[in-house]
């Protein structure tokens, strides 16, 4: 085993931890916005996949992969606009409308992705925004690969991780958001609009999910193929549950995630005797594991979930 | 006439509405791929309705869906969500797969009704797993129960390639002949486990409704945290509520494996879980109305299978008319609880009787 | 109060004229003469998987466009509803249905059974009937194709697979792989990493990152369908790693990191049955073919390929004329 234990391995598992967490991070940040503001939105992977396609069809047609981006988070942010009107305004239930988005952009993903290129054999391929290579820097050992030599956007990622914490709790606008979340008829009444503020905060969460889906297809990786999102969005929504509504702890998910993934695909060839679906398994039981040993709930916006009024009902 | 019977007039209608403004959207949409409504349409119902085939396999379709339906409304009911029926709804079928293709303890029907029971077992021991994590460790049971599903599935998968392989290929030995359930009708296959799920459906009304046990668990439903003051009571009440959840889900997969698919393999179950979410929620989270709206699915997806076969109209297409559907149904009785809207509605009914 | 019944009017509305351009293309004419034959395929997963399914789709539409058939396609089919489906396109009058994977069996048998007058024809599968034909591709001699070159090309003598899941086809393309490294290198190591999806592109990127790591794999061959183009992205950001592409030549695609192709032409072993259907003689028949059947053919050699391509031929010859054999062992 101790071949493995070089500083060249262990620089490219956590590098390899930093790609995988870097989506579940966008995502869950974009989770956490909506669930600060009391919004609870279990459609996280059809916003992605409507935001890696639309990512992915911009990217390719502008041959832009960073206008694909952006067009890819506007689109998750306009989907989730229906999601917005029909809890905010109608008041209908969360997690149904988040259901029915999970159906219904992956539905749009794929017809909008067969009208414009066909059913093709061959993958179509195209560009990518390439790692930021650091000189002398990145050729560190360990520290090297992992903090000189990543995506731009997983730099992104982490910069809007720590925003959001300063945000979150520094700032009088982020102290008012949580109350929303919070004591919304309370925050009423210190002159917060409370529903122009869920608007915003399905438009924060649509928009961030977008870009962590589109992050698959112009950065990550440059083809597209259904489905390539893969239940992430849904690793990403417990990552904000199992994070205690905090950036850090929402980060710590995150990379558990990120690296239990990428310890498993190791293990792999490591340990071949193990069949593979039992590997698999690894980070989502290490999940549960530390939640059981953290088991920090009690933090959770007191009316997340809750459909707010103006007249009191 | 009674407030009560109002209100479920209005509801009823009101979903109607809904499904009726769902069907027109996917019209304008079927139109403009370029398809004749009617036509479409007309091979959606005759998917569904057309011969006793037809009706058959609907129903087919609709057994599984009304059991995790009911494991999310059982437990939605105590305030719990359990997002976990696909988990529970495969580890049923493991389960009684195990017994059905392996063991053999007794003959015929002994053995079915062993295999259920099984899988019932399986089922409430996996949903047992996020209940007691919620009651005495405080982990949300949504988070728990989706890590769950993942696990399960691939529990499957490695039971299907590995343990319980047929021979070289991935799929579990198919089991015994006369451990399977019944087919009902000559040339349909649909089989006795929509007794079952009827049955169970009828129990879990009739608990929920007209016990003490029911109300309590309802009333603990409600409000958990007014609730809460009797702490381990509770608990205990929460964990019993996931593990009857997952015990009706595991018992789904049991009879879908003993009735339809007959062995394990990639894919089953896949979806079934959420899809139980949406019914029950559709139907009011009470048993019926979700056994109702499970057929509705059902419906729906039979019909559009035709649909998409007849004309070539991409699955997509059926997909996005399923979710405007959900949409739609959901927002409209969202609207009718709005206060402005009640008063509305209330003044129409007022006027009506004088 | 009104004002919220209004609006949710107006959304409606505004969401119907959204999903309303949805369709601008449509779809082409579904009418047709009475004597075109038709034939269906029902896929359990995307037909644009861009592997697996991908080539079975397109062999039916090579082989209906050869033959003057029509076609029709079932994709993310549930195997509670394979029964079902099969007979839906058995009531429509359809003459030849394909079922692309072993998986599908139970459920030609029971339809096979209910309609002998319609025919089956099932990929990779090992039930014949009146009414049905197994056909398949030789999965074991594309691994041992893939195999053999991967074997005389390492350096490190590391070689890696990357698949999606456990499937049939899988199963047997890695015991060809693992006989054909073997064969030309028995110093070489085989070692297998599995993304558990067909459509996780970014998974296989990381499976083959990890590969790199742990082993120094340099040659990789992919039956992961998506995770394969994420494979490829990944090594071709170094110098000599290659791989070899399937089921159809990308050479065009990654020129510097594809030593060749393995092309698996399905549209041969369809539109043999479908000539079988046309003369009345379909039915008990289990076909495979591979390279002498022209169902396996090789695409376009790279350039990094041509230190070992005349070794590799004398192979491929040798396995064509039958002096080089492997064992079917799954």
Same mark, same amino acid.
């Given at each position: 085993?101790?071949?493995?234990?070089?500083?060249?391995?262990?620089?490219?598992?956590?590098?390899?931890?930093?790609?995988?967490?870097?989506?579940?991070?966008?995502?869950?940040?974009?989770?956490?916005?909506?669930?600060?503001?009391?919004?609870?939105?279990?459609?996280?992977?059809?916003?992605?996949?409507?935001?890696?396609?639309?990512?992915?069809?911009?990217?390719?047609?502008?041959?832009?992969?960073?206008?694909?981006?952006?067009?890819?988070?506007?689109?998750?942010?306009?989907?989730?606009?229906?999601?917005?009107?029909?809890?905010?305004?109608?008041?209908?239930?969360?997690?149904?409308?988040?259901?029915?988005?999970?159906?219904?952009?992956?539905?749009?993903?794929?017809?909008?992705?067969?009208?414009?290129?066909?059913?093709?054999?061959?993958?179509?391929?195209?560009?990518?925004?390439?790692?930021?290579?650091?000189?002398?820097?990145?050729?560190?050992?360990?520290?090297?690969?992992?903090?000189?030599?990543?995506?731009?956007?997983?730099?992104?990622?982490?910069?809007?991780?720590?925003?959001?914490?300063?945000?979150?709790?520094?700032?009088?606008?982020?102290?008012?958001?949580?109350?929303?979340?919070?004591?919304?008829?309370?925050?009423?009444?210190?002159?917060?609009?409370?529903?122009? @503020?869920?608007?915003?905060?399905?438009?924060?969460?649509?928009?961030?999910?977008?870009?962590?889906?589109?992050?698959?297809?112009?950065?990550?990786?440059?083809?597209?193929? =259904?489905?390539?999102?893969? &239940?992430?969005?849904?690793?990403?929504?417990?990552?904000?549950?199992?994070?205690?509504?905090?950036?850090?702890?929402?980060?710590?998910?995150?990379?558990?995630?990120?690296?239990?993934?990428?310890?498993?695909?190791?293990?792999?060839?490591?340990?071949?005797?193990?069949?593979?679906?039992?590997?698999?398994?690894?980070?989502?039981?290490?999940?549960?594991?530390?939640?059981?040993?953290?088991?920090?709930?009690?933090?959770?916006?007191?009316?997340?979930?809750?459909?707010?009024?103006?007249?009191?009902? | 006439?009674?407030?009560?019977?109002?209100?479920?007039?209005?509801?009823?209608?009101?979903?109607?509405?809904?499904?009726?403004?769902?069907?027109?959207?996917?019209?304008?949409?079927?139109?403009?791929?370029?398809?004749?409504?009617?036509?479409?349409?007309?091979?959606?119902?005759?998917?569904?309705?057309?011969?006793?085939?037809?009706?058959? =396999?609907?129903?087919?379709?609709?057994?599984?869906?009304?059991?995790?339906?009911?494991?999310?409304?059982?437990?939605?009911?105590?305030?719990?969500?359990?997002?976990?029926?696909?988990?529970?709804?495969?580890?049923?079928?493991?389960?009684?797969?195990?017994?059905?293709?392996?063991?053999?303890?007794?003959?015929?029907?002994?053995?079915?009704?062993?295999?259920?029971?099984?899988?019932?077992?399986?089922?409430?021991?996996?949903?047992?797993?996020?209940?007691?994590?919620?009651?005495?460790?405080?982990?949300?049971?949504?988070?728990?129960?989706?890590?769950?599903?993942?696990?399960?599935?691939?529990?499957?998968?490695?039971?299907?390639?590995?343990?319980?392989?047929?021979?070289?290929?991935?799929?579990?030995?198919?089991?015994?002949?006369?451990?399977?359930?019944?087919?009902?009708?000559?040339?349909?296959?649909?089989?006795?486990?929509?007794?079952?799920?009827?049955?169970?459906?009828?129990?879990?009304?009739?608990?929920?409704?007209?016990?003490?046990?029911?109300?309590?668990?309802?009333?603990?439903?409600?409000?958990?945290?007014?609730?809460?003051?009797?702490?381990?009571?509770?608990?205990?009440?929460?964990?019993?509520?996931?593990?009857?959840?997952?015990?009706?889900?595991?018992?789904?997969?049991?009879?879908?494996?003993? &009735?339809?698919?007959?062995?394990?393999?990639?894919?089953?179950?896949?979806?079934?879980?959420?899809?139980?979410?949406?019914?029950?929620?559709?139907?009011?989270?009470?048993?019926?109305?979700?056994?109702?709206?499970?057929?509705?699915?059902?419906?729906?997806?039979?019909?559009?299978?035709?649909?998409?076969?007849?004309?070539?109209?991409?699955?997509?297409?059926?997909?996005?008319?399923?979710?405007?559907?959900?949409?739609?149904?959901?927002?409209?009785?969202?609207?009718?609880?709005?206060?402005?809207?009640?008063?509305?509605?209330?003044?129409?009914? @007022?006027?009506?009787?004088? | 109060? @009104?004002?919220?019944?209004?609006?949710?009017?107006?959304?409606?509305?505004?969401?119907?004229?959204?999903?309303?351009?949805? &369709?601008?293309?449509?779809?082409?004419?579904?009418?047709?003469?009475?004597?075109?034959?038709?034939?269906?395929?029902?896929?359990?997963?995307?037909?644009?998987?861009?592997?697996?399914?991908?080539?079975?789709?397109?062999?039916?539409?090579?082989?209906?466009?050869?033959?003057?058939?029509?076609?029709?396609?079932?994709?993310?089919?549930?195997?509670?509803?394979?029964?079902?489906?099969?007979?839906?396109?058995?009531?429509?009058?359809?003459?030849?249905?394909?079922?692309?994977?072993?998986?599908?069996?139970?459920?030609?048998?029971?339809?096979?059974?209910?309609?002998?007058?319609?025919?089956?024809?099932?990929?990779?599968?090992?039930?014949?009937?009146?009414?049905?034909?197994?056909?398949?591709?030789?999965?074991?001699?594309?691994?041992?194709?893939?195999?053999?070159?991967?074997?005389?090309?390492?350096?490190?003598?590391?070689?890696?697979?990357?698949?999606?899941?456990?499937?049939?086809?899988?199963?047997?393309?890695?015991? &060809?792989?693992?006989?054909?490294?073997?064969?030309?290198?028995?110093?070489?190591?085989?070692?297998?990493?599995?993304?558990?999806?067909?459509?996780?592109?970014?998974?296989?990127?990381?499976?083959?990152?990890?590969?790199?790591?742990?082993?120094?794999?340099?040659?990789?061959?992919?039956?992961?369908?998506?995770?394969?183009?994420?494979?490829?992205?990944?090594?071709?950001?170094?110098?000599?790693?290659?791989?070899?592409?399937?089921?159809?030549?990308?050479?065009?695609?990654?020129?510097?990191?594809?030593?060749?192709?393995?092309?698996?032409?399905?549209?041969?072993?369809?539109?043999?049955?479908?000539?079988?259907?046309?003369?009345?003689?379909?039915?008990?028949?289990?076909?495979?073919?591979?390279?002498?059947?022209?169902?396996?053919?090789?695409?376009?050699?790279?350039?990094?390929?041509?230190?070992?391509?005349?070794?590799?031929?004398?192979?491929?010859?040798?396995? @064509?004329?039958?002096?080089?054999?492997?064992?079917?062992?799954?």
């Amino acid at each position: 085993m101790d071949m493995f234990l070089n500083a060249h391995f262990i620089g490219s598992l956590l590098q390899s931890t930093l790609r995988v967490t870097t989506p579940l991070l966008l995502v869950a940040l974009g989770e956490l916005y909506g669930e600060r503001a009391g919004m609870i939105n279990i459609g996280l992977d059809g916003i992605m996949t409507l935001g890696a396609t639309v990512g992915f069809i911009v990217g390719y047609i502008t041959v832009n992969p960073l206008l694909g981006l952006v067009i890819g988070a506007v689109a998750g942010s306009l989907i989730n606009l229906i999601y917005a009107y029909s809890t905010i305004t109608l008041r209908s239930g969360q997690i149904i409308n988040g259901m029915a988005l999970n159906i219904l952009a992956p539905a749009l993903s794929i017809f909008m992705f067969r009208q414009y290129f066909g059913v093709t054999t061959k993958l179509i391929q195209g560009t990518v925004i390439k790692p930021i290579c650091v000189p002398v820097l990145s050729d560190i050992p360990i520290a090297g690969p992992v903090l000189f030599n990543q995506n731009p956007i997983t730099y992104l990622a982490f910069v809007l991780a720590i925003l959001t914490a300063i945000f979150f709790n520094k700032t009088k606008p982020g102290l008012d958001y949580r109350a929303v979340g919070e004591f919304p008829r309370a925050a009423e009444t210190l002159g917060i609009n409370v529903i122009r @503020k869920k608007y915003i905060a399905c438009m924060i969460c649509g928009a961030l999910a977008g870009l962590g889906g589109a992050y698959l297809n112009t950065c990550y990786i440059g083809t597209y193929a =259904e489905g390539v999102v893969a &239940g992430r969005g849904f690793i990403a929504l417990s990552a904000v549950i199992f994070g205690g509504w905090r950036v850090r702890g929402l980060i710590l998910a995150t990379l558990l995630f990120g690296f239990t993934d990428a310890v498993q695909l190791r293990f792999q060839t490591i340990l071949p005797v193990i069949p593979y679906q039992i590997l698999a398994m690894l980070p989502y039981l290490s999940t549960i594991a530390a939640l059981f040993i953290m088991r920090n709930s009690g933090l959770a916006p007191k009316a997340n979930g809750v459909p707010y009024s103006r007249e009191g009902h | 006439m009674g407030i009560r019977f109002k209100n479920t007039i209005l509801k009823v209608s009101i979903s109607a509405i809904s499904i009726l403004a769902a069907i027109l959207i996917g019209a304008i949409i079927i139109a403009s791929v370029g398809e004749n409504v009617f036509v479409a349409y007309g091979f959606l119902l005759r998917g569904a309705f057309g011969n006793a085939r037809a009706i058959g =396999e609907t129903i087919v379709k609709a057994t599984p869906l009304i059991f995790t339906a009911l494991a999310a409304v059982f437990a939605y009911r105590c305030g719990m969500f359990n997002l976990g029926a696909e988990g529970q709804f495969i580890m049923g079928a493991i389960a009684a797969s195990w017994i059905s293709a392996t063991l053999l303890p007794f003959g015929g029907w002994l053995n079915t009704l062993l295999s259920m029971i099984i899988g019932a077992l399986a089922g409430g021991v996996w949903g047992a797993i996020p209940g007691l994590l919620k009651a005495y460790r405080g982990l949300n049971e949504m988070i728990v129960s989706i890590l769950l599903n993942y696990v399960a599935t691939l529990f499957m998968a490695f039971l299907y390639s590995g343990p319980l392989m047929e021979k070289n290929i991935p799929q579990t030995v198919a089991i015994f002949d006369d451990v399977k359930l019944t087919r009902l009708i000559e040339g349909s296959r649909v089989h006795t486990g929509i007794f079952v799920a009827i049955g169970v459906m009828i129990v879990a009304s009739y608990f929920l409704f007209k016990t003490a046990k029911g109300y309590q668990l309802r009333v603990v439903g409600l409000n958990p945290t007014a609730a809460n003051v009797n702490g381990l009571a509770v608990k205990k009440m929460m964990v019993s509520a996931f593990v009857v959840s997952g015990m009706i889900a595991g018992l789904g997969g049991a009879v879908e494996l003993l &009735g339809s698919s007959y062995r394990l393999m990639a894919g089953f179950g896949l979806g079934f879980g959420f899809d139980g979410v949406a019914i029950a929620l559709i139907g009011q989270l009470h048993p019926i109305g979700a056994g109702l709206v499970a057929y509705l699915f059902a419906v729906l997806r039979t019909g559009a299978n035709t649909m998409q076969i007849a004309t070539g109209i991409t699955t997509s297409v059926v997909d996005i008319v399923q979710a405007v559907i959900i949409i739609f149904a959901v927002a409209a009785t969202a609207i009718i609880a709005l206060p402005g809207v009640k008063a509305i509605v209330n003044r129409k009914w @007022k006027g009506a009787e004088q | 109060m @009104k004002l919220v019944t209004k609006r949710f009017l107006v959304v409606m509305l505004v969401v119907a004229l959204c999903l309303a351009p949805i &369709g601008c293309a449509s779809e082409e004419g579904g009418d047709s003469g009475e004597d075109t034959y038709k034939i269906a395929m029902i896929a359990n997963a995307s037909i644009a998987d861009g592997g697996w399914n991908s080539a079975c789709y397109e062999g039916m539409i090579g082989a209906a466009e050869m033959n003057g058939w029509e076609t029709s396609y079932s994709e993310n089919v549930k195997q509670t509803d394979y029964v079902a489906t099969f007979t839906e396109y058995a009531n429509l009058g359809y003459d030849l249905i394909f079922a692309p994977g072993n998986e599908f069996s139970d459920a030609v048998k029971e339809a096979a059974a209910s309609y002998p007058d319609i025919n089956f024809i099932v990929l990779n599968g090992e039930v014949v009937e009146e009414n049905v034909e197994s056909i398949m591709a030789d999965n074991t001699m594309i691994g041992f194709l893939a195999g053999t070159l991967a074997g005389l090309k390492t350096q490190t003598n590391e070689v890696a697979l990357i698949g999606g899941m456990e499937i049939t086809p899988a199963m047997q393309s890695i015991d &060809g792989f693992k006989q054909g490294v073997a064969y030309v290198n028995p110093d070489a190591n085989v070692s297998i990493a599995f993304t558990n999806s067909w459509s996780d592109a970014a998974k296989g990127k990381e499976a083959a990152l990890s590969l790199i790591d742990t082993r120094d794999c340099d040659v990789f061959f992919g039956i992961s369908s998506a995770g394969d183009a994420g494979m490829r992205e990944a090594i071709s950001d170094y110098d000599n790693r290659w791989t070899i592409a399937q089921p159809s030549d990308l050479l065009d695609q990654f020129p510097d990191i594809i030593l060749t192709s393995i092309m698996n032409d399905n549209a041969q072993l369809i539109g043999a049955s479908m000539k079988a259907v046309i003369a009345g003689e379909f039915g008990n028949r289990v076909f495979q073919g591979g390279l002498n059947e022209n169902v396996l053919s090789l695409g376009t050699f790279g350039e990094s390929a041509n230190d070992v391509i005349d070794e590799y031929m004398d192979i491929v010859e040798g396995i @064509k004329d039958g002096s080089i054999t492997f064992d079917y062992n799954v």
